[in-house]
């Protein structure tokens, strides 16, 4: 008996350490699509109101969200994706961060960094650029002049949004425009943006004032507004304060009953907390579980960036850089957004093209593109620049191998 018995082990364990060489084999053949999330530790700002919670992690979460979706597919065809964060102290340490940590060892990188570290890691040599997803920037340079072949941008540009906020006024026939402007550069760009809406629509700007006002707000609010916005009669105040420094006071306060709209009152956003159609309450849900508080935009367009890579890599089956660059710039891509119609890429600029959401604080008023507004091509083109009207030149390279 004990030698039948000695010949069953040696049998058992011989097909156990088979089974184990299949397992290792089977792990050897998974694709692993490694990510990098690169960002700069926030900083509280001053805000109008203490209710705004301050948020120091904004879009990571999002980019969780994304990996465990992209996993939950990729675990029946082979595939397993991964997230890597790297958050600099400040502004002046993301290129040497960039340069130790993530230069050369991934393929895929999240920055959700300023235009001009964007630029700068675009711009950086190195044996094989990376695709770069920009999760942060709202800048039309970045989509024009100073785009680059290797850089997708997820957030919608400040012209995306304003012709966004131009096609709903139209239809309302709120044609009179009253702008505000904040004196920081980014609400100059985004003043500009509006002033090309305006050109693009036809609409009337019969007046144009900058808010320089250091004072205290709360006389500001009781006394000057009402006197500040003394002007030509309109029908809208456009406000582009993007830091909100004043544009909150502004609503109740004018001389005239007129409503507010740009960067406060009515608001165009790839995202927004009231947003319930097409299945944003399940993943508005899904995200409150998992981060304890609602999706901001930075979120969602982190959460778009992993889900296209997820969405390339899945129709590819492959974890190859230049056969999902290949496959996101086609036609064929189509990217599950919540926001009713398919999301896909600008073959001219690197756009995420995407419908936009025209939101008060505590509900959505319309989404853009509205009814009515025809492109031959996809209505989602009648916001921001559209081909003819783009000044990017070297975005159709589809191979980022550096020569």
């Known amino acids: 008996m004990l030698p039948s018995v000695n010949l069953y082990l040696i049998a058992l364990v011989s097909a156990l350490l088979s089974l184990t060489s299949v397992g290792v084999d089977a792990a050897d053949k998974v694709q692993q699509i490694r990510i990098a999330y690169l960002g700069v530790q926030a900083q509280p700002s001053a805000a109008l109101s203490n209710l705004d919670a301050f948020i120091s992690n904004l879009g990571e979460p999002g980019a969780q969200l994304g990996i465990l979706d992209n996993n939950t597919t990729g675990q029946f065809i082979g595939q397993n994706f991964s997230l890597d964060k790297y958050i600099a102290p400040s502004a002046e340490e993301v290129l040497p961060l960039y340069s130790s940590k993530i230069a050369n060892k991934y393929a895929y990188i999240l920055l959700n960094l300023p235009a001009d570290k964007i630029l700068a890691i675009a711009d950086s040599k ?88 250091t004072y205290d707000a709360r006389k500001s609010e009781q006394a000057d507004i009402p006197v500040f916005t003394q002007t030509e009669d309109y029908d ?70 992993v889900r296209t890579l997820g969405e390339a890599a899945t129709r590819t089956h492959s974890e190859q850089l230049d056969k999902i660059l290949g496959y996101i710039k086609t036609e064929q ?65 589809t191979s980022l191998e550096t020569k």
């Open 333 to 397: 891509f189509n990217l599950q957004g919540y926001k009713g119609n398919p999301l896909s890429f600008r073959a001219w600029d690197g756009q995420l093209r995407q419908p936009i959401l025209l939101a008060a604080d505590r509900s959505m008023v319309a989404v853009a593109p509205i009814e009515g507004f025809l492109h031959p091509k996809t209505e989602l083109d009648t916001l921001g620049f559209d081909q003819p009207e783009s000044k990017c030149q070297i975005y159709s390279v």
């Open 126 to 213: 190195v044996e094989q650029r990376p695709l770069l997803f920009d999760i942060a920037s709202r800048d039309d340079a970045l989509r024009n002049e100073q785009c680059r072949a290797n850089v997708l941008h997820i957030l919608p540009s400040r012209a995306m949004r304003a012709d966004a906020l131009a096609q709903l006024m139209l239809k309302k026939r709120w044609q009179k425009w009253f702008l505000v402007v904040g004196n920081t550069p980014e609400d100059r760009l985004f003043a500009e943006s509006i002033k090309r809406a305006a050109k693009r629509f036809g609409m009337n700007l019969v007046a144009e004032k900058t808010w320089d006002h």
């Open 236 to 305: 809208v105040l456009v406000v582009a304060d993007e830091q909100g420094v004043f544009g909150e006071y502004l609503a109740y306060r004018t001389w005239r009953a007129r409503p507010v709209i740009g960067s406060q009152g009515l608001v165009a956003t790839s995202w927004h907390k009231t947003h319930e159609q097409w299945g944003a309450t399940q993943i508005q849900n899904r995200f409150k579980t998992a981060a304890g508080r609602w999706m901001e935009e930075g979120d969602y367009a982190a959460y778009l960036a």
